[in-house]
């Protein structure tokens, strides 16, 4: 595979992997076996596969740096790793060492990031993840898991004008007694739905889901490789009667509590590969 120069279109569509991915399998009757550094390629699930009926799945979401200097840089890995094994945990997969999972994404860096992140101030995007792989019916814990750790191209999440946030309560998330704090597939497959416009997804760059009856939001905060700061104008719950409105008077409803600007607060803690 060939490395897409800067603006490829090929980038826009995140589909674009790195030579190799990293393997682990779990069973329960032997545990961890040895990861496996190995070529990029497809996977072989049984139709029975829990993940594909269950959505026993959780991910992660980081990036590989090259920095002006020229050096590999991981952002924070023990903080996306400790997470991941809260979210396998939440949704009935095998827990691990968080720190055995930053050994292999450091490794990932040090195989595929000398060849694929050749210019300075260019990211690529981590994705470890772990399915429940047993081929079996039946809501019970997966006898089988696969964690996996692959690397891809992402479009840039920085916009010159700033980003805009919509807060909704067309749909929710997170609630209490659930599953919202853990990084599921399972929070994400519902904003896959088409209820906003081609022109909405062009003016909006975050999607905030709100409970319908909590307090106004005013700030908004999300840690991940530094904080985005969102100042947002008082929201109001919605009346029992706004919930007849027709979609597209709810939509411009909505618009008007678009933000305008976001700042970005960058920490400086890192890993650095020399």
Request: hydrophobic share 40%; net charge positive.
């Amino acid at each position: 595979m060939t490395v897409p120069a800067p603006g490829d279109p090929i980038i826009a569509t995140a589909s674009q992997c790195t030579d190799h991915m990293i393997t682990a399998v779990w069973k329960a009757s032997e545990g961890w076996s040895a990861p496996e550094l190995k070529p990029y390629g497809n996977f072989s699930l049984a139709p029975t596969a829990s993940v594909l009926h269950y959505a026993t799945e959780c991910f992660e979401g980081m990036k590989m740096y090259r920095g002006y200097d020229g050096k590999l840089r991981l952002f924070r890995p023990d903080c996306n790793c400790r997470r991941m094994v809260m979210s396998s945990v939440r949704c009935s997969l095998p827990a691990f060492d968080p720190k055995e999972l930053e050994k292999l994404i450091i490794a990932m860096v040090a195989v595929d990031g000398p060849k694929w992140l050749p210019t300075p101030g260019t990211f690529l995007y981590l994705r470890p993840t772990m399915i429940g792989s047993a081929g079996a019916l039946g809501v019970a814990t997966p006898k089988e898991a696969t964690l996996f750790v692959i690397s891809t191209f992402m479009p840039p999440m920085d916009q010159k004008t700033g980003l805009k946030l919509l807060a909704s309560t067309n749909g929710v998330r997170a609630w209490p007694g659930g599953f919202g704090y853990a990084k599921l597939g399972a929070n994400y497959g519902m904003f896959c739905k088409t209820d906003w416009s081609e022109t909405l997804k062009l003016i909006i760059t975050k999607v905030l889901v709100c409970l319908p009856m909590v307090k106004p939001v005013r700030e908004v905060t999300i840690k991940s490789f530094g904080c985005w700061m969102a100042r947002l104008p008082r929201l109001e719950p919605p009346t029992s009667s706004s919930y007849g409105k027709p979609q597209k008077e709810r939509l411009s409803s909505l618009l008007r509590h678009l933000t305008t600007k976001l700042s970005w607060m960058v920490s400086r803690e890192e890993v650095s590969f020399n």
